[in-house]
């Protein structure tokens, strides 16, 4: 049985901060989240990630963000068409309208929770400020799952 929720982690441990979201998910794991909770992890999302939404009821996507505010944003997201299902990058939002495409029903209630990181080199360590936002996000995200879990 698939269950209900998926947290999707995207990133590369291996370019600085953006290791951001996999290092959280690693945290949530070793948390020990139960049978409801399903942790996904990848680069970056493609096309095939379509498959992974089917059959849950709430999907967080967690990804690290040079663009938003420290120490995270957290957000509800809709379905968008955009040119990045034709890149090696979807964003979470064309997923979410490619979801739409190929099952022929509305995707998944969808969060997006933006991790600020401040650099992304290959080879780089997570940055200290990196690693304070991390903690938050964190926080939030267990809370995040707190809040759904009573509301199904």
Not at 30 to 53: C, F, M, R, T
Not at 84 to 113: C, I, K, N, R, W
């Amino acid at each position: 049985m698939t269950p209900p929720v998926l947290i999707f982690a995207i990133g590369n441990e291996s370019r600085g901060d953006d290791a951001l979201a996999p290092m959280l998910l690693r945290g949530l794991a070793d948390a020990g989240l139960g049978s409801q909770v399903e942790l996904l992890e990848d680069y970056q999302l493609q096309i095939e990630h379509v498959a992974d939404l089917a059959g849950r009821e709430r999907v967080l996507f967690v990804d690290a963000d040079m663009s938003c505010m420290e120490p995270f944003h957290l957000s509800r997201i809709a379905s968008e068409k955009d040119s990045s299902y034709t890149s090696h990058a979807m964003t979470p939002h064309a997923l979410l309208h490619a979801y739409h495409q190929v099952y022929g029903e509305d995707a998944p209630g969808a969060f997006l929770l933006r991790v600020r990181g401040y650099g992304f080199e290959l080879g780089e360590s997570l940055s200290d400020g990196a690693a304070a936002n991390l903690a938050a996000a964190s926080a939030r995200a267990c809370e995040w799952l707190a809040d759904i879990q009573a509301v199904r």
